[in-house]
C-alpha cells in the first residue's frame, strides 16, 4: 500500500490506516513529521520517504521500517524486537529503553543515544551510528550493544562529553584511535582491533547490508575502544553508602 500524505492528514489518521492496511507492506510518501509511526509493528514494513516525527517505531516488536531522510527524537522507544534503519541522522534519545531489536543509522545522533538501555534473556539490543553522538551517550545502560563509526569528515571528536555516565551494563564501541575526553572514571575502556572482535564483526556486517556506501573491511580495519561498565569503581558508590 502507497500512502501519498498531505498537510491535512495528522498523525492519528496516518496511524489508523497504517494499522487497518491489509498490505505487509506500507509506503508512506512526502511524511512531515507525524509521530509515533510503527508503534506496536510486528508484522509490517514501513518505508518512509520523508522525515518522521518523535517516537518512531516506539514499542516495536518485530516490524522494520526504512526512513530515506532524517527522523526525529525518541526513536525505538523502548522497543522489543524489529529493524529500524534511518538513512539520514537521527534526533535525540534514539533507542530510549530499548529491550531489543536494531537500529542503524547512517549519520549522527543528538544526546542521549541508547539511555536506559538494557538487556534481558536473549534479547540484546543493538544501536549503530555511522557518524557521531551527542553528549551521554550510553547514559545509565544496563545492557545492550552500541558502535560509534565515526565517519565525518571535518575531524570533530565521535562523541560529546559523559559518555556511559551511569553506565551499569552492556557494551559502546568507539571507532577512533585515541580515547575521546571526559569518559567517567566509573567506565573501563580498552583498546582493540575492530577485526579481531567476532562479536562486532557480525555487527558492522550487518549493518552494511543496509547502506551501499558503508564497507564492512574498511570499518573493522581501525583502531576501537570498548567500553563498559568499571566493577572496580562502580556507579554504586555514587548512590548508596555501601
Do not use: W
Request: net charge negative; glycine share 14%; hydrophobic share 35%.
Amino acid at each position: 500500500m502507497v500512502i501519498n500524505i498531505d498537510e491535512n492528514m495528522n498523525f492519528q489518521m496516518l496511524n489508523k490506516r497504517i494499522r487497518d492496511a491489509v498490505d505487509k507492506e506500507t509506503v508512506l510518501n512526502g511524511c512531515i513529521g507525524q509521530r509515533y509511526i510503527g508503534t506496536g509493528v510486528s508484522d509490517k514494513k514501513i518505508v518512509i520517504n520523508g522525515t518522521p516525527g518523535n517516537a518512531l517505531g516506539a514499542y516495536l516488536n518485530g516490524g522494520e521500517i526504512y526512513v530515506y531522510a532524517n527522523a526525529q527524537d525518541a526513536t525505538g522507544d523502548t522497543m522489543n524486537s524489529g529493524t529500524i534503519v534511518i538513512h539520514g541522522n537521527a534526533g535525540d534519545a534514539t533507542g530510549y529503553a530499548m529491550r531489543g531489536g536494531k537500529i542503524y543509522v547512517h549519520g549522527n545522533t543528538g544526546y542521549r543515544a541508547g539511555i536506559h538501555m538494557k538487556a534481558y534473556m536473549e534479547y540484546k539490543p543493538v544501536i549503530v551510528i555511522g557518524g557521531r553522538a551527542g553528549s551521554f551517550l550510553g547514559e545509565y545502560q544496563a545492557g545492550g550493544i552500541i558502535v560509534v563509526l565515526g565517519q565525518n569528515d571535518d575531524g570533530l571528536p565521535i562523541i560529546n562529553n559523559f559518555c556511559g555516565t551511569g553506565m551499569h551494563g552492556g557494551k559502546i564501541y568507539l571507532r577512533c584511535k585515541s580515547l575521546p575526553h571526559r569518559i567517567p572514571s566509573q567506565v573501563r575502556a580498552e583498546k582493540l582491533c575492530g577485526n579481531k572482535d567476532a562479536e562486532l564483526i557480525g555487527i558492522i556486517d550487518d549493518y552494511c547490508k543496509y547502506f551501499d556506501d558503508m564497507n564492512a573491511d574498511h570499518l573493522l580495519d581501525a583502531d576501537y575502544f570498548v567500553l563498559t561498565p568499571n566493577s572496580e569503581n562502580p556507579y554504586k558508590r555514587m548512590y548508596t553508602d555501601n
